[in-house]
């Protein structure tokens, strides 16, 4: 089907907000693309460390939640022992009975138990995920794996959906910007050919038109040996849009974080504490010196196809690396200090200090670009965000299914 035969459609949702789209011309404006600009924000000691003002909100932030912990952590916890503070600790965390209500809603999906478990990390790097908070899920049907190439297609043929990476850009919302700037496009990974500051994200990102889910290194580049690999560049409104479409919807993050665990209570990683048990790979994420080279001592260079590496306890694959995951959440910074103790849904509206005029939703799991030498948010209990009108070559998604269908 040829671009000027196909339908056009916005999907479910409002759209974005004059201030937002900026975001989708990230290196063509002064807004950086929201998930761009969050990788070298988590860099250890990088570019988080040289901007003053975010550096001091974030030590404020912290004492608070330092403060909230010791508060809420167990009743009278100034009278317990470490261990027994432990201890009280692990008696909280339970999982439901793992026997599934019926089949699953499709073959490809499986039955998340639901239970009460302890969300986000202790690890100081990462404020916006703390305090850690007792939460409870209900059960539900979940997406063994992200949604491929495959999938995808399938939903364009049968609906003729475009996404907003291939929707022409209306000059009113860019004045100024040179018409030939304007095409259709998204972000592509650019990687230099020589080692880097890593609080400059804009030397490995770039935006270039014709980029899309079909053309995911831009045009020349296509999908046809990919069925199999996530679905990358879409906007948020393109995955509610097929969340629609397949009768399912995307999971909110505390539901993502309780299935990543696989019913492990606090573990660093989806699969345990131990970063390569017994010297096996677990996860597709960045190897070498980032951002010039990934050895692919994993496997993989870049994005790799879905279920590469073992499930976890639930039996998802891939809920770390890879690529990022959309989830139904606003993301706010300080969402933890107010989050409600049963089946959590996210704020009423984004606030992200580092661009407060740009709506984010979150996204979990992090991608083949996380490197325990650059940003290690590929581990379970911290969290991403992402401008709701921009695509990126290293976000995806999965969705879920209520129990109750």
């Known amino acids: 089907m040829s671009k000027a035969t196909k339908t056009k459609s916005k999907g479910p949702g409002k759209g974005p907000s004059e201030r937002s789209r900026t975001s989708r011309l990230g290196l063509l404006m002064p807004v950086v693309v929201g998930t761009a600009v969050f990788a070298y924000l988590a860099f250890r000691g990088g570019g988080l460390a040289e901007d003053r003002e975010q550096r001091a909100q974030d030590e404020r932030l912290t004492a608070f939640f330092e403060a909230e912990r010791a508060r809420t952590e167990t009743p009278k ?17 339970r999982v439901n009975d793992t026997s599934p209500p019926g089949p699953p809603p499709d073959e490809g999906m499986v039955w998340i138990p639901g239970g009460t478990f302890w969300m986000g990390t ?17 059960g539900f049907w979940m997406d063994k794996t992200e949604v491929t190439n495959a999938q995808f297609q399938a939903f364009v043929d049968a609906t003729g959906y475009v996404t907003v990476a291939e929707r022409p850009i209306d000059p009113a919302d860019y004045p100024g910007i040179a018409p030939e700037d304007l095409s259709p496009g998204s972000i592509v990974f650019n990687p230099p050919d020589h080692p880097v500051r890593l609080d400059d994200a804009l030397q490995w990102w770039a935006w270039k038109p014709g980029t899309d889910w079909k053309h995911p290194e831009g045009p020349g580049s296509g999908i046809a040996d990919r069925m199999d690999h996530p679905v990358i560049h879409l906007a948020f409104e393109d995955v509610l849009a097929y969340a629609e479409w397949a009768g399912k919807r995307l999971p909110t993050e505390a539901e993502w974080e309780f299935a990543a665990r696989g019913g492990l209570d606090r573990a660093t990683y989806t699969w345990g504490d131990e970063r390569h048990p017994d010297g096996q790979p677990m996860v597709n994420n960045w190897q070498g010196q980032f951002p010039v080279e ?14 590469q590496f073992p499930p976890n306890g639930f039996g998802l694959f891939d809920m770390a690396g890879n690529v990022w995951e959309w989830c139904a959440d606003w ?27 740009v709506p984010k939703r979150v996204q979990r799991g992090g ?39």
């Open 77 to 93: 916890a100034s009278t317990l022992s470490p261990q027994a503070r432990s201890e009280a600790r692990r008696s909280a965390h």
């Open 122 to 138: 202790d690890d100081g790097q990462f404020p916006d995920a703390q305090p850690v908070h007792l939460v409870t899920v209900d």
């Open 294 to 307: 990934d050895t692919a001592e994993d496997g993989f260079a870049g994005i790799a196809p879905v279920a």
């Open 331 to 357: 993301y706010r910074h300080d969402y933890y200090r107010t989050s409600p103790e049963r089946n959590p849904t996210g704020p009423d509206e984004s606030f992200d200090p580092m661009e407060p005029g």
């Open 367 to 405: 991608s083949f670009m996380c490197s325990d030498l650059y940003c290690v948010r590929y581990r379970v209990g911290t969290r991403g965000k992402g401008a709701i009108d921009t695509g990126n070559p290293h976000v995806g998604f999965r969705c879920v299914v209520a129990a109750s269908r």
